[in-house]
């Protein structure tokens, strides 16, 4: 018996694609990028309109400062220590 081999197509929409990819970058607040990634596209699809809309919207966003900072979780660190070390002296406290 044979199998039918089917070969399958999706079809992407290279703006679309590169409007996604932009809202996702700008979420992530890494606002450079997904300027640079619409100028890219618009330079590959000029006048394109929604292209151009999504590029004012996001050169209008704020700049967030801790963008390029990746969270570390030293927060849940020391969050952890402390409460290990309350609970240390909760103990130590009833045991006298």
Not at 11 to 29: F, H, M, N, Q, S
Not at 50 to 68: F, G, S, T
Not at 78 to 86: M, N, Q, R, T
Request: charged share 20%.
């Amino acid at each position: 018996m044979q199998h039918a081999h089917v070969k399958s197509t999706i079809a992407i929409d290279p703006v679309r694609a590169a409007l996604t990819k932009a809202e996702l970058l700008a979420v992530k607040g890494q606002r450079a990028d997904a300027i640079s990634c619409l100028r890219e596209a618009l330079a590959q699809y000029p006048g394109h309109d929604e292209l151009e809309e999504k590029l004012q919207k996001v050169q209008a966003m704020p700049e967030r400062a801790d963008a390029e900072q990746p969270s570390s979780g030293m927060g849940r660190v020391l969050l952890v220590v402390g409460l290990l070390v309350v609970a240390m002296v909760v103990l130590y406290s009833l045991i006298l």
